[in-house]
Nanobody, 115 residues
Framework: QVRLVESGGGLVQAGESLRLTCEASGTTSRLNAMGWFRQAPGKERERVAHMSAGGTRNIADSFKGRVAISRDDNKNIVYLQMNSLKPEDTAVYYC?????????WGQGTKVTVSS
């Protein structure tokens, strides 16, 4: 089994930056893509970015230029760097990992951006 634990969320002001961290534990050898989604209050969950084990990054169009995703496969960690945060970025951010038949979600970390 694989477990994902996110951290790094919190309260920030508009224009500031945050780096979210997701650490995977358990049977991580099967994992390929790891990434981030978010869900704002009253809205559907949306993809932010993901990254394959081979290093290919895919950032959703609405986030390009403001977020960066990176991985440390030695530590089984994926990071999401978010810059120039806006109040509309307020959401719970979830880590997601896939590999073969495995699809796992973390419990989420809340990000609140004040104006």
């Amino acid at each position: 089994q694989v477990r994902l634990v996110e951290s790094g969320g919190g309260l920030v002001q508009a224009g500031e930056s945050l780096r979210l961290t997701c650490e995977a534990s358990g049977t991580t050898s099967r994992l390929n893509a790891m990434g981030w989604f978010r869900q704002a209050p009253g809205k559907e969950r949306e993809r932010v970015a993901h990254m394959s084990a081979g290093g290919t990054r895919n950032i959703a169009d609405s986030f390009k230029g403001r977020v960066a995703i990176s991985r440390d496969d030695n530590k089984n960690i994926v990071y999401l760097q978010m810059n120039s945060l806006k109040p509309e970025d307020t959401a719970v951010y979830y880590c997601n990992a896939k590999g073969g038949s495995i699809a796992v979600w973390g419990q989420g970390t809340k990000v609140t951006v004040s104006s």
